[in-house]
């Protein structure tokens, strides 16, 4: 229909409509492509919003994960501790108690603290992990 009216405005050389008739094209379509980004950054908020609510989580997870495995750790070591005091003041054999004797034990294990986050693997391995926005807070 626009494309006719061109036409026809074009062999009467009615130039006034012919601008108008190509502004009115080109105004559409950069509406057109507003919309479509306005669009595609609503489209990546929500996306964001999904991640870090996912990241949330999985951090959560490791710090619970974590939280619960420290402790025994720093006991472990303040044992430990403890009975190395012990047997340097005394050079004669001191009899170590069971707690002891765990802490002895598991003192050569050593668990591996990394902990993979799934979320950021998904985002890095999809190309979209600029959908995260930085937000950088002063003080």
């Known amino acids: 229909m ?4 061109l036409v026809s405005a074009i062999r009467r ?33 929500r996306q964001e919003a999904f991640y870090l609510a996912l990241l949330h989580d999985e951090v959560e997870q490791i710090e619970t994960k974590f939280k619960n495995y420290f402790p025994n ?8 501790a403890s009975l190395r005091e012990q047997y340097n003041q ?3 054999f001191v009899e170590i108690s069971n707690i002891q004797c765990n802490a002895i ?8 603290f990394i902990s993979t986050v799934t979320t950021i693997d998904e985002l890095e391995s ?8 930085t937000h950088l807070f002063v003080d």
């Open 73 to 80: 750790i720093n006991g472990r070591v303040e044992v430990l």
């Open 90 to 92: 005394n050079e004669q």
């Open 13 to 45: 050389q009615d130039w006034f409509q012919v601008l108008v008739e190509v502004l009115i094209v080109i105004v559409g379509i950069f509406l057109g492509l507003q919309v479509q980004t306005w669009y595609e950054a609503l489209e990546d908020r």
């Open 105 to 112: 034990i598991v003192s050569h294990i050593h668990t591996n």
């Open 126 to 133: 999809t190309g979209r992990s600029q959908i995260i926005e």
């Open 2 to 5: 626009i494309i006719q009216k």
